[in-house]
T-cell receptor, first 113, second 114 residues
Framework: SQQGEEDPQALSIQEGENATMNCSYK?????LQWYRQNSGRGLVHLIL?????REKHSGRLRVTLDTSKKSSSLLITASRAADTASYFC?????????????FGIGTKLQVIP | NAGVMQNPRHLVRRRGQEARLRCSPM?????VYWYRQLPEEGLKFMVY????????ESGMPKERFSAEFPKEGPSILRIQQVVRGDSAAYFC????????????FGPGTRLTVT
């Protein structure tokens, strides 16, 4: 299984600080995605990083991928109260053809104003 | 461009009744995925469908659960004879093609079995 596992499971920081979440997986991947879920809502796609990429930026988000360690990190800089949500990584396998996306259990981020 | 639509948003059923959850993918998307999320847990894959075809149902319970994506109309996830353990949020996602593309999620249907 290439299931992603996020770490930490919960994180509480002050507004303005940076938040870092990590994701580890077990088998080779084609790509890895990060999603955000606000309480009681659906998932919002944040960023996709392919296996041949090492780093990707989108606004205040920075994602890194280390395929040798089978891990990825999501950094949110200058956090805001509105960033409070659960964050999930999702892995897609690399064996070609259809590979279902497998989600981790998420990191619950709380940004305190 | 409307996003993925799911209805109803909330559904309450008594034990033994049937639950029907509907999902309309984004315009131009022909791939639909269903996931279940229990409280405080991540999403568990249930089934992947294309129009008129079930591609992967490895995450579906063997009994009482079925899914379809007809040529016309929304995808339907059907749960027969619901039990309390079926209470969860059910999310639908769509993509323009299967596998490696990002999936776009609907707001979910929260099923409560009383």
């Amino acid at each position: 299984s290439q299931q992603g596992e996020e770490d930490p499971q919960a994180l509480s920081i002050q507004e303005g600080e940076n938040a870092t979440m990590n994701c580890s997986y077990k088998t080779s991947i084609n790509n890895l995605q990060w999603y955000r879920q606000n309480s009681g809502r659906g998932l919002v796609h944040l960023i996709l990083i392919r296996s041949n990429e090492r780093e990707k930026h989108s606004g205040r988000l920075r994602v890194t991928l280390d395929t040798s360690k089978k891990s990825s990190s999501l950094l949110i800089t200058a956090s805001r109260a509105a960033d409070t949500a659960s964050y999930f990584c999702a892995c897609t396998g690399a064996t070609g053809g259809y590979q279902k996306v497998t989600f981790g259990i998420g990191t619950k981020l709380q940004v305190i104003p | 461009n409307a996003g993925v639509m799911q209805n109803p948003r909330h559904l309450v059923r008594r034990r033994g009744q049937e639950a029907r959850l509907r999902c309309s993918p984004m315009k131009g998307h022909s791939h639909v995925y269903w996931y279940r999320q229990l409280p405080e847990e991540g999403l568990k894959f249930m089934v992947y469908l294309q129009k008129e075809n079930i591609i992967d149902e490895s995450g579906m319970p063997k009994e009482r659960f079925s899914a379809e994506f007809p040529k016309e109309g929304p995808s339907i996830l059907r749960i027969q004879q619901v039990v309390r353990g079926d209470s969860a949020a059910y999310f639908c996602a769509s993509s323009p093609s299967g596998g490696s593309y990002e999936q776009y999620f609907g707001p979910g249907t929260r099923l409560t079995v009383t």
